[in-house]
């Protein structure tokens, strides 16, 4: 079955530290990838995606995200986190073998002013 | 101003007691869907739609009934809820299943 894992759960930081947030996906086909943010007590809100084109994908609020064919990942980073980071994020995957979009089990983040 | 609307956002009730949680977008968006998140288990999908009159089943669709009747409106039926229902439920919409979601700002569900 297809599957998207985040395999950190719970991230602490402090301010100005550099953030890297895994996300694989078991299938090899057609992907669409998303990440998503849900700060405290809000609903989900995008903050970058990949179609296609450059792996290197940039999103709102000094996000980006590198798509790793090879390695079924897609790894959200920022070079600089602030309190205002503090948030759950989810990584998603589109399948486009199934036509189905398939939601990881998010990391909570904890950004330490 | 494009959103997608849940009512109501909090609801206490009692086992066994018939509740449906709307959904409406306004974006003439085709698909919906709706998720439950729990703590430590992410966003679980229970039923999505790919358009009108078309619904299928996700992960945990178990305890649960959607209808698609009309493209911008989406409820989400529990005939009989049980305390393990008891959750935050969101419903999302997007053009297509494989363009960003839009998300409501979610439900939550108490079932006694």
């Known amino acids: 079955a297809q599957s998207v894992s985040q395999h950190n759960h719970h991230v602490i930081l402090s301010e100005a530290a550099s953030l890297e947030l895994g996300c694989n996906y078991s299938?090899?086909?057609?992907?669409?990838l998303f990440w998503y943010v849900q700060y405290p007590g809000q609903h989900l809100q995008l903050l970058l995606k990949?179609?296609?084109?450059?792996?290197l994908v940039k999103g709102i609020k000094g996000f980006e995200a590198e798509f790793i064919k090879s390695k079924f990942s897609f790894n959200l980073r920022k070079p600089s986190v602030q309190w205002s980071d503090t948030a759950e994020y989810f990584c998603?995957?589109?399948?486009?073998?199934?036509?189905?979009?398939?939601f990881g089990s998010g990391t909570r983040l904890l950004v330490r002013p | 101003e494009a959103q997608v609307t849940q009512n109501p956002r909090y609801l206490i009730t009692v086992t066994g007691k018939k509740l449906t949680v709307t959904c409406s977008q306004n974006?003439?968006?085709?698909?919906m869907s709706w998720y439950r998140q729990d703590p430590g288990l992410g966003l679980r999908q229970i039923y999505y739609?790919?358009?009108?009159?078309?619904?299928d089943k996700g992960d945990v669709p178990e305890g649960y009934k959607v209808s698609r009747k009309e493209k911008r409106n989406f409820p989400l039926i529990l005939e009989s809820p049980s305390p393990n229902q008891t959750s935050l439920y969101f419903c999302?919409?997007?053009?297509?299943?494989?363009?960003?979601?839009?998300f409501g700002d979610g439900t939550r569900l108490s079932i006694l």
């Open positions: 999302a919409s997007s053009y297509r299943v494989n363009q960003p979601q839009h």
């Open positions: 299938y090899g086909g057609t992907v669409n």
């Open positions: 990949y179609f296609s084109g450059d792996p």
């Open positions: 998603a995957v589109y399948f486009g073998s199934s036509y189905k979009l398939i």
């Open positions: 974006m003439n968006h085709e698909y």
């Open positions: 739609s790919m358009n009108v009159e078309v619904t």
